[in-house]
């Protein structure tokens, strides 16, 4: 038989620290696993004990916004306001105290002033929630609409 070298074996230490990794990973990997599946069954098992599910509430973004029309009694004050800005409406009866209609409405567009209205006011197109739109109109027919900047 002929003299062979020795065999050294060099990558052994590589692989076994890389097949040590790969099951942390996959130890990790379960972890968050069952981690998920105990807060999400966390839940259920309240719900199921009798206790009242979590109230969920209504992002403000999932509130549907509408452009409502408003003619303000004065329209000096509506040349002062750009879109953007936000505003407090006020209604001004004859009968009664004045009422906030709609609280920190935001100014979409101020339309040019319409020359043939002497003193009929201006109008402001207003971003409200759809009850607040209904207000604004409801409040427009019966009295004197104001604004104050917020």
Not at 18 to 29: D, E, I, P, W
Not at 69 to 91: M, S
Request: overall charge positive; charged content about 25%.
């Amino acid at each position: 038989m002929p003299p062979f070298p020795p065999l050294r074996v060099r990558r052994a230490r590589g692989r076994l620290g890389r097949a040590l990794r790969r099951k942390r990973r996959a130890a990790s990997a379960g972890l968050a696993v069952v981690a998920a599946a105990l807060a999400m069954g966390g839940a259920d098992a309240q719900a199921s004990r009798g206790a009242a599910p979590p109230e969920v509430k209504p992002s403000p973004a999932a509130v549907r916004m509408v452009s409502a029309p408003v003619r303000i009694a004065d329209a000096a004050t509506v040349r002062l306001l750009r879109p953007g800005d936000r505003v407090d409406v006020v209604a001004a009866e004859r009968t009664g105290p004045p009422r906030v209609v709609a609280s920190g409405a935001r100014v979409a567009e101020v339309p040019a002033p319409e020359k043939a209205l002497g003193d009929g006011g201006a109008l402001v197109v207003l971003s409200v929630p759809r009850d607040t739109a209904r207000a604004l109109v409801g409040a427009g027919a019966v009295a004197r609409l104001a604004v104050a900047l917020c």
